[in-house]
């Protein structure tokens, strides 16, 4: 029998390495919190302790290496997936002007700083790029406090590009400089190859994304596969391109940003991994290079790392209050500016091990510049994790209109075409459909079994139409309330019901359910009734006898259903009013519409025009006189055409409800 071995120093087994890995990643962070210290900084001083430089556990090399640099790429694409981007463009300047200065202060005070310690002008300008340079190892901090959205942290994000790519081109210079290969043929190719990365990573790959998730991509192991190749290839491209892997993931986070909205299932997977697996093995793979004997055994090399550490402290401190004061921010936005900035750890190690490789600087210099990456890294999360409650809230902005469409569904008839509609509606902003059933407290359990199988079935139709989708099941009191509060649960912005079209003087099964819906409404919401034949036109009904301006809410609201079905469809829209000409120009821009003039009365118009293939698109007053006469006599004029009535929730707001004893033309269930 053999006897039990304990194994050799470092580490070589997988098994081994894997079981020391996850040990650091759960306990690391428990320990540090227990202290009062960032479970990040936890997670850097155990990869300290377990590295060459501490008990000597693992190897930088090999797997840990590997693993480390994929978990950088993973923080670099979370960065850009989790973006608004209409924030982040918005303040596309402020990022700018950022990265000119972040980059400048530490290059200027690197270059004199070396020069003084005696390295020549090459290594001087390389270990000034080094400088320049810096990684957002705090971006979880901010994250997790909620503030990914506030300006300070965007423009950090834009400067962090900026400031990234200068560094690297100045280090490839200088490189190839120093190797006599620095001739016209680099110069030429290195616009086209950057050319290459852009539109691979911002053209291709979000049109790809969207074909494959609306074809073969249904399920969401396989789009989680898909993302995390995007992520790689985009890597590899932006290698190949001449830039650092970096760079392209935090490209392939913008390409991909739309399509994993923020609070959707394809995210928490995407979020999950990263935070549970790649990122923490990053923040101990740079704790890990640290070696406290090398500094303790030379003072010359410490004298040399404290040179290093002022310079990248000042230098990134420098940047950040000119900048907060050129762009009028607070004293936390201007110390996050810092404490994103201040990190070094991708571009600086980068450098370094190639100025090594090269010849331009020695060992020495490799040791004093190491332990700058750590006190750098544990700085910026310290000052995170103060700063970060301090950011002023960030303002909630109102939701986009696809966002989150919520449709209650009751019948599997006539669910798939609801869903397949607010599909449409959701996919310009990369939004959710959720499919909602209601069942009472009373319900059994084969009913609540049936009820999740025509959601599950409901979620699948949204899947395979590319929108990210999550059915809901709710036990509420009555239809109308359960939707009502998952409006507010799940922050719904938009909410697409069924209809039949009218009803005779009992149909009041419900109770007035879509009544007390437009009622009680807080966002804007469309009552459809949909024939089986799908639709080839689109007629959008636009009468001031109706709604007297054209610019009332509830018009703009029918225009826009109108233009994104359009957009996604493909099929013709025909507009009806009775408006003189250059009265609709506003509400009618970017849409592609056959413009219709009759002076009679809205419903009668309707009769005339529509056809059984026809989607009407209207939109009503949301008074009691709308509710039941318009929107009743339209689809009585088109019985068979697919109706839509538009109502918006900026109107409705303090409407009174109508009593439920009373029989309304709206007594329209949803469809059971």
């Known amino acids: 029998m053999t006897a039990f071995q304990l194994p050799d120093l470092p580490l070589s087994s997988p098994s081994l390495v894997f079981a020391t890995l996850m040990a650091v990643v759960l306990l690391a962070p428990v320990l540090a919190e227990r202290v009062r210290v960032p479970g990040i900084i936890g997670l850097v001083v155990a990869g300290t302790l377990i590295g060459p430089g501490g008990l ?129 043929v680099f110069w030429a190719t290195l616009a086209p190859r950057l050319a290459i990365l852009l539109a691979f990573t911002l053209w291709a790959l979000p049109r790809l994304a969207r074909w494959f998730f609306a074809g073969i991509g249904h399920d969401r192991s396989v789009r989680f596969l898909f993302v995390l190749t995007g992520l790689f290839v985009s890597a590899a491209v932006a290698e190949l391109a001449g830039v650092q892997g970096l760079v392209g993931a935090f490209l392939a986070g913008l390409a991909l940003n739309r399509l994993a909205p923020n609070g959707g299932v394809l995210m928490e997977r995407v979020e999950f991994f990263g935070s549970t697996f790649l990122v ?37 401190g420098l940047a950040a209050l000119t900048a907060g004061r050129l762009l009028g921010y607070g004293g936390a936005e ?20 190639v100025g090594f490789d090269v ?32 950011l002023p809230a960030v303002p909630v902005r ?16 006539s669910a798939g075409g609801l869903v397949r509609l607010a599909a449409l509606l959701a996919r310009p902003d990369s939004g959710t459909v959720m499919p909602l059933t209601v069942v009472g407290p009373e319900a059994s359990d084969s009913e609540l079994d049936s009820r999740r199988e025509l959601t599950a079935r409901a979620e699948s139709i949204a899947l395979s139409r590319g929108v990210e989708a999550v059915g809901l099941v709710r036990i509420d009191g009555s239809p109308a309330a359960g939707a009502l509060h998952t409006v507010v649960e799940h922050r719904a912005s938009f909410m697409l019901v069924g209809w039949k079209g009218y009803a005779g003087a009992r149909e009041n099964l419900f109770g007035s359910v879509i009544d007390s819906i437009v009622a009680h409404s807080s966002i804007p919401l469309a009552v459809t009734r949909l024939q089986e034949r799908p639709y080839s036109r689109i007629l959008l009904c636009v009468f001031a006898g109706t ?18 079905l359009h957009a996604g469809t493909g099929v013709p829209v025909v507009v009806l009013t009775d408006s003189a000409d250059g009265a609709l120009d506003d509400l009618l821009r970017g849409l592609d519409a056959t413009v219709t003039r009759d002076e009679r009365r809205q419903h009668v118009v309707v009769g005339d025009h529509a056809r059984p293939d026809d989607l009407v698109v209207v939109s009503v007053s949301p008074t009691e006189t709308g509710l039941r006469t318009a929107a009743t006599r339209i689809a009585w004029a088109a019985p068979e055409s697919s109706i839509l009535v538009a109502l918006d929730a900026g109107v409705r707001r303090g409407a009174t409800p109508m009593p439920d004893q009373t029989t309304h033309a709206w007594d329209m269930w949803l469809q059971p």
Not at 156 to 179: E, F, K, P, Q
Not at 399 to 412: I, M, T
Request: proline share 5%.
């Open 398 to 413: 109102p939701r986009d209109l696809g966002e989150a469409v919520l449709v209650p569904v009751a019948n599997p008839d």
């Open 334 to 353: 201007t110390g996050t500016l810092f404490s994103l900035s201040v990190a070094q750890a991708a571009a600086t190690l980068a450098a370094v091990i």
């Open 280 to 316: 923490p093995i990053f923040l101990i793979f740079v704790g890990m290079l640290v070696e406290p004997g090398v500094l303790f055994a030379d003072p010359g090399t410490a004298g040399v790392a404290a040179v290093f550490l002022f310079v990248a402290v000042a230098g990134k």
């Open 547 to 564: 709604l007297p301006l054209s610019r009332r809410p509830g018009v703009q609201l029918a225009a826009e259903i109108a233009r994104r």
């Open 56 to 184: 000597g556990l693992l190897q930088r090399q090999g797997t840990v290496a590997v693993l480390g640099e994929l978990g950088l790429l993973y923080l670099m694409f979370l960065v850009g997936l989790g973006l608004d981007l209409d924030e982040f463009l918005a303040g596309r300047r402020a990022a700018l002007l950022f990265g000119a200065l972040t980059f400048a202060f530490p290059m200027a005070l690197g270059l004199g700083s070396s020069a003084l310690l005696g390295y020549a002008w090459p290594a001087a300008v390389l270990l000034a790029s080094c400088w320049a340079s810096h990684t957002l190892i705090a971006f979880p901090v901010y994250r997790r406090f909620g503030m990914v959205d506030n300006r300070a942290v965007h423009t950090i994000i834009g400067g962090t590009i900026v400031t990234n790519v200068a560094a690297l081109l100045v280090l490839a210079v200088v490189v190839r400089s120093y190797a006599g290969q620095l001739d016209w």
């Open 359 to 390: 010849g331009l600087i020695d060992i020495r210099t490799v040791h004093a510049v190491v332990p700058v990456i750590l006190v750098t890294c544990l700085l910026s999360t310290w000052t995170a994790n103060r700063l970060a409650p301090r």
